[in-house]
């Protein structure tokens, strides 16, 4: 069981947002939401939930990838670990590797869109050992 773990979501689409959260919630963490980079910024600077997933194309293309920035700049965000789940590779047709693309995606793991539950909680899992 997560152990109240707190998960921050940030996506643009609220079928992608609650579809999230309920995976999630019904592996034992809390969910915490936010519609866009702004928001998700704001918000895990006052929750610093324990994981965040991330969406990239939100109110811009490549939106994600400043939030990302931003959220390894904090001093207090900086070691929160982040999970990108996105269709950015289907859209552009470019694939995506934190291993190999952390310099200009800083994040810990990536996965494409549509939203695969069993996936998502084991990676969600995989995030928080580390």
């Known amino acids: 069981m997560a152990g109240e773990k707190t998960i921050l979501v940030v996506d643009d689409d609220p079928d992608i947002v609650e579809t999230t959260r309920m995976v999630l919630e019904s592996a034992?963490?809390?969910?915490?939401?936010?519609?866009?980079?702004?928001?998700?910024?704001?918000?895990?600077?006052?929750?610093?939930?324990?994981?965040?997933?991330?969406d990239i194309m939100m109110?811009?293309?490549?939106?994600?990838?400043?939030?990302?920035?931003e959220l390894r700049k904090g001093e207090d965000t900086k070691d929160i670990p982040i999970l990108v789940?996105?269709?950015?590779?289907?859209?552009?047709?470019?694939?995506?590797?934190?291993?190999?693309?952390?310099?200009?995606?800083?994040?810990?793991?990536?996965?494409?869109?549509p939203l695969e539950p069993k996936a998502l909680v084991q990676k969600i899992g995989e995030l928080l050992k580390k």
Not at 99 to 104: C, H, I, L, V
């Open 28 to 54: 034992g963490y809390r969910v915490e939401t936010a519609a866009n980079g702004t928001e998700g910024l704001k918000k895990a600077r006052e929750v610093l939930p324990d994981a965040i997933v991330l």
């Open 59 to 69: 109110d811009r293309e490549s939106e994600g990838f400043h939030v990302s920035y």
């Open 85 to 113: 789940l996105s269709a950015i590779g289907q859209k552009s047709g470019f694939q995506f590797s934190p291993e190999e693309d952390g310099d200009y995606l800083p994040v810990d793991s990536y996965m494409e869109k």
